[in-house]
């Protein structure tokens, strides 16, 4: 995906340039691809994008302005894009010491996951790691049936009481059994836009959270919700936090955005 290669043609001279093919991957796919490898680069070098996503353009000059970066040019070549940013605050000369944030020195994001529907979590994640390549620091909490999205797919079984049986038996376990929330026409509309999904090279919901787990997102699932309907944590996916309110709250606090999904 990545090669070295001199400078594109508009530019004449010899400073290097590193070349990101994101050709066939969708939103968010390209914009953490850029978070990812301009994390790599050394100051001034310049990253040649090449997407076909028509709204990575406007997406990646926003992207510069937030995390410390220099939108350099676009160029159009049919229905592919080839964008150029340079790592560094309005610098171009190799030779000076730029100052380069990536990782934006804003407050964070904070997402309330309170539904269990298909194509609300997928939007949750696509938030969450498009968040964290603009460099904020993203929690998700998850209460009520968000925590279906969290369950492992083969029920670990554990010694319950009958309400917290019943409840595990009627709720989707993970994300391939989560409802739509409209034209689920019993399971047939998720198997649906999935196929659409994997057509247009979209990652599925089972590729975003771990992309988002890979990136850094912190998840917390709500202890009382927990409680409430009877899942255990040796139920839930590895690597999630349990906490309360005043856990969520004092996320919030630290955040400029909060969403409840």
């Known amino acids: 995906m990545y090669r070295q290669r001199s400078y594109f043609d508009k530019k004449k001279d010899d400073r290097p340039t590193i070349e990101l093919n994101c050709i066939g991957l969708q939103c968010p796919g390209p914009i953490t691809e850029v978070f990812k490898r301009m994390d790599m680069m050394n100051p001034g070098e310049i ?7 028509p709204g990575f353009s406007r ?34 000369d190799m030779s000076s010491t730029p100052q380069l944030p990536i990782h934006s020195e804003e407050k964070g994001v904070t997402l309330i996951v309170f539904d269990q529907d298909y194509d609300k979590a997928i939007a949750s994640f696509i938030i969450a790691t498009g968040a964290v390549a603009m460099g904020k ?29 019943m409840f595990g038996a009627m709720m989707p376990a993970g994300p391939n059994k989560l409802p739509l929330s409209n034209m689920n026409m019993g399971g047939l509309g998720v198997k649906l836009i999935q196929r659409v999904m994997e057509n247009k090279n979209i990652d599925n919901l089972g590729t975003l959270m771990h992309t988002a787990m890979e990136l850094g997102v912190d998840m917390i699932v709500c202890s009382m919700s927990m409680d409430v309907m009877g899942i255990h ?12 309110v005043a856990t969520y709250l004092g996320k919030a606090e630290e955040s400029n955005i909060n969403l409840f999904i």
């Open 47 to 53: 990253l040649e994008i090449k997407v076909k996503d």
């Open 59 to 92: 997406d990646i000059e926003e992207w510069c302005d937030k995390t410390g970066n220099t939108f350099l040019s676009k160029l159009q070549n049919d229905t592919e894009y080839s964008v150029f940013i340079q790592k560094g605050k309005g610098h171009t």
């Open 137 to 165: 620091k993203v929690t998700m909490f998850f209460t009520f049936w968000g925590l279906n999205i969290l369950r492992k797919t083969i029920s670990q079984k554990k010694d319950k009481d009958f309400m917290s049986k």
């Open 233 to 244: 944590q040796e139920e839930l996916i590895d690597g999630i936090q349990i906490g309360g």
